[in-house]
């Protein structure tokens, strides 16, 4: 964030607006700290409408949005004006140029509109199951969302977030965070669910190259 | 896939909470490019 501030010091102009939004999904109030002392506004997307729409799965991201409302660039996962790769297309568009192409997302992972919106229903589900104080009934409905869509590391994080606070706050434990994606992605893909690396087929010979998707129970 | 769709198109129509009671609908940001950041405090 104090990347964004300095940004928005250094460049603000009245021709542009930075808008932060939060997608904290289990507690709108835990942005609050974050968004406090800067000038600009912070939306929360508890209900995770704005990832519904997009189908994006990871933070931080970047979306530039034109005069008419039109999206002219995003970069969903890795976004950071501090990376050399994002912030020429901000600094072009900013400036009122075209920002140029949107990064190809490395993920060829696509669930249908179907799938989004029974995950994003259940998100939804586990945030009013959480308001209403029953834990474990919605981590229940985040782990339900996450084995239609084990890639969605929003989810991931969030379920982690509400069982072990401890790796949370006050700083965020990333490593913990990378042996733990390992040790909950091993348990999955041996359970079926597969996700974005796909699953080998037991009648596809190892040789052959080619992953297909595995349906998930 | 999930990009590529959305470049070139409208941002959708969603109104949002801010941190101070109010609600920002992004139809309202017409007229202004706008920077959206999104993140999360994990």
Known sequence: ?217 | MQNQSAVGLPFPDVALPDLNGGVLRFTDLRGTRLFLFMWASW
């Not at chain 1, 669910?193 to 796909?198: K, S």
Request: hydrophobic share 40%.
């Open chain 1, 1 to 217: 964030m104090p990347g964004w501030q300095r940004f928005s010091e250094e460049h603000q102009r009245p021709e542009w607006k930075l808008v932060s939004v939060a997608l904290d999904h289990a507690d709108p109030e835990a942005p609050r700290p974050f968004a406090a002392p800067y000038a600009f506004p912070t939306v929360v997307d508890a209900g995770g409408e704005l990832a519904r729409h997009f189908g994006f799965k990871a933070v931080p991201n970047g979306v530039l949005v034109d005069e008419a409302g039109v999206v002219r660039w995003a970069k969903f996962g890795g976004f950071s004006i501090d990376n050399a790769d994002d912030l020429p297309p901000v600094q072009r568009f900013l400036a009122g140029e075209d920002p140029g192409p949107s990064p190809v997302p490395d993920d060829a992972y696509a669930l249908g509109a179907l799938e989004r919106d029974l995950v994003a229903t259940k998100v939804r589900l586990g945030r009013a199951l959480l308001e209403g104080g029953r834990q474990d009934e919605a981590v229940a409905a985040w782990r339900e969302a996450l084995r239609l869509d084990p890639g969605n590391f929003t989810i991931r994080k969030q379920i982690w977030s509400v069982e072990h606070p401890e790796k949370f706050y006050p700083t965020i434990d990333f490593a913990w965070q990378s042996a733990q994606l390992a040790v909950e992605r091993e348990a999955e893909i041996a359970a079926g669910v597969c996700g974005p690396d796909g699953c080998p087929l037991p009648w596809v010979a190892a040789s052959a190259g080619s992953t297909e998707r595995h349906a998930t129970g």
